[in-house]
């Protein structure tokens, strides 16, 4: 018999065994771009469709296809965010940030939503891990969001990251850009899709987001080169990426799914995706912020999409999760009295405080019964706290790999199980 509820497709539930690995990468983004000068910024989940229309622009597959739009009670349309950098950009024009900041740097992590086909690493609900650097332009200012996102990945474990780069013009020359692609693809109507075709007359960057076989070789043949050559500064950037060893290319198809970008434009692929092997992407958009009623400011971000990451890593590492099973320990209270209760969660809080997992049982079993319980869970070390432990201030600790078990004070605990875990 079927189940009477079940989740959406393209909305799973994380559980616990999986999880673990999730908490780990937010864990990671914290330290790495709280460590940068980055702070950590939450919006709603739910915000006015028109902030997203207006932002990421309705030619995109994105607002035309994909979203999640509804009226609420009160006859106003909705939308479940599918993006982040339009809300951060709303939080900042409607809280005045930039009155009080010269500029601002803003790190998120949260869910987003799109109505499209789920897929290995694409999802309808799905987590990014973003950046946003605010009232900052230049070419400095966008070599440091690249090598920093480039940074991060090779932090978090992917190995042989390559960035594809492309010059979208900037705000001066972007009328040119899209007049000439609008020229090109104008002589090439009849070879084109009714979606292109729609883009065409909409926003022709869109036809670069194409996957239809038959567009492929007139997208190909846009001759970038004749109406928005690679701009000064934008060699400049590419220069200073090679200078610093990072591997990148000059793709001049890349523009990326949204409207707002108009300048360096970057993505980045890591081996272990198939076909579909972008990680993480972002880009410059200087015209965002007085879009939306702001003030003209300078900004470029780049968001993770951690589902993505996630399956990169486990391919390529092949035991991220046996390694963070291996920061896990079992804590065997032979006694529920309060000395014995206070001591092992106290205990618990500290290793968990060092990034050490801690499994408890809630009731009191004997101790062979802990024994096989951790044996269970594939835990090595089972740290055993009872009455005689609690009155000399020791804890036993048992290796169930070697069968030893040795005893240390209750002071050195902490210390000697980083050791023990980290070998």
């Known amino acids: 018999m079927a189940q009477k509820y079940q989740s959406f497709p393209g909305m799973e539930d994380i559980l616990p065994g999986d999880i673990e690995k999730w908490q780990w990468l937010e864990e990671k983004a914290r330290i790495f771009f709280e460590a940068l000068g980055f702070k950590e910024i939450r919006t709603p989940v739910l915000e006015p469709t028109e902030l997203f229309t207006r932002s990421i622009g309705e030619a995109s597959d994105i607002v035309h296809k994909e979203m999640y739009t509804f009226e609420d009670r009160g006859g106003r349309s909705m939308t479940m965010r599918p993006e982040m950098t339009a809300s951060v950009a709303r939080a900042v024009i409607e809280k005045g940030l930039l009155k009080t900041n010269k500029s601002l740097r ?40 690249i090598s920093g996102l480039y940074q991060f990945l090779t932090y978090a474990g992917v190995k042989n990251p390559l960035m594809r780069i492309n010059d979208l013009g900037g705000q001066g020359h972007r009328e040119k850009l899209l007049q000439g692609l609008v020229d090109y693809f104008s002589t090439k109507k009849q070879e084109l899709c009714d979606d292109c075709r729609w883009r065409l007359e909409k926003n022709v960057l869109r036809i670069f987001d194409c996957k239809v076989s038959t567009c492929q070789p007139v997208i190909h043949k846009a001759p970038w080169e004749d109406f928005a050559p690679l ?62 009623g702001g003030p003209q400011v300078p900004c470029t971000g780049f968001s993770i999409g951690m589902e993505r990451l996630l399956m990169v890593l486990e391919k390529q590492q092949g035991g991220l999760v046996e390694d963070l099973k291996k920061r896990r320990v079992y804590i065997a209270k032979l006694d529920l009295g309060s000395e014995v209760s206070e001591i092992s969660c ?24 802990h024994l096989k319980k951790a044996n269970q869970l594939g835990i090595r070390y089972v740290l055993i706290l009872g009455p005689d432990e609690v009155k000399k201030q020791t804890c036993a600790i048992k290796d169930l790999d070697r069968k030893e078990q040795s005893e240390i004070g209750l002071d050195e605990l902490i210390a000697h199980m980083e050791r023990m875990i980290s070998l």
Do not use: C, W
């Open 346 to 369: 106290r205990k618990a809080i500290e290793l968990r405080a060092k990034g050490i997992r801690v499994e408890m049982l809630p009731r009191e079993v004997s101790l062979s019964s």
């Open 231 to 292: 701009s000064d500064d934008f060699k400049k950037l590419a220069a200073q990426l090679e200078v610093r060893g990072l591997r990148s290319e000059i793709n001049r198809r890349l523009v990326r799914g949204l409207d707002y970008y108009n300048g360096a434009v970057f993505e980045i692929t890591a081996e272990g995706l198939g076909a579909q092997d972008a990680v993480a992407g972002g880009g410059r958009y200087d015209g965002l912020y007085a879009e939306l």
């Open 106 to 145: 803003f790190y998120y992590v949260g869910p987003m939503f799109r109505a499209e086909r789920p897929q290995a690493g694409r999802k309808r609900q799905f987590h990014q891990i973003g950046v946003e650097m605010i009232n900052e332009g230049g070419t400095d200012a966008d070599f440091e969001v």
